[in-house]
């Protein structure tokens, strides 16, 4: 039986940014077709490697711009490495950039549906979960409000409740406990611990080495894209903190 959850081996992740403004669509074209445009190479992860076994628990540390949310989106699926491999053993819940996806059109409830085909659940599974979703979510006042009208807090929420209906195999969780008060924060955490005492595995990247040492056992400290420190984590965010 395969005990790797996650593998990661040597991700390197590399943008073009334009060297030049080009003021208009036509323009940029142009310069394209005539291979014009200039860029510069800008690398956001720097050949990163690591294994995350089934059942345990990993944060990602570092400064704003290290390359932590890069590196999530590329283990999701969302973009693909420039070079370097992932092997993912299990289905993930990618809990980034949560209600990016809803249509800002349809209300709360028309989402519930929506969101729950993309993640491959039928209509019949969604009825049966729709009142759980409402609950955790806080929203029964504003079931029938299109969401363009919900506050960040509030989307947020809605996407947690959508995306936690099932313990999937690998969690993926950036920073979405910062959004929303405090009670709603604790039943999040509440509810990742439970998930995790079911057997689920958390790739988890916050700014808060307090939750990072309550919630993993791991952690990943990312510097400019390259990895400065895998260990405990306790003592990886103390090595931070003291850097």
Known sequence: MESTALSVDGVTMQFNLAKENVDNLKEYVIRKIKRQLNYEKFCALRDISFTLEKGDSLAIIGKNGSGKSTLLKVISGIIRPTAGSVTVNGSIAPLIELGAGFDQ???????????????????????????????????????????????????????????????????????????????????????????????????????????????????????????????????????????
């Open 105 to 243: 059109d349809l209300t709360a409830r028309e989402n519930v549906f929506l969101n729950g085909a993309v993640l491959g659940y039928d209509k019949k599974f969604m009825r049966e979960k729709y009142d759980e979703i409402i609950d955790f979510a806080e929203l029964w006042d504003f079931v029938d409000v299109p969401v363009k009208n919900f506050s960040t807090g509030m989307a947020a929420r809605l996407g947690f409740s959508i995306a936690t209906i099932i313990t999937p195999e690998i969690l993926i969780v950036d920073e979405i406990l910062a959004v929303g008060d405090h009670d709603f924060q604790v039943k999040c955490e509440n509810k990742m611990s439970e998930m995790l005492s079911r057997g689920a595995t958390l790739l988890f990247v916050s700014h808060s080495e307090e939750k990072v040492k309550q919630l993993c056992r791991r952690a990943l400290w990312l510097d400019h894209g390259r990895a400065r420190m895998l260990g405990s984590a306790d003592e990886v965010c103390d090595a931070y903190l003291q850097a």
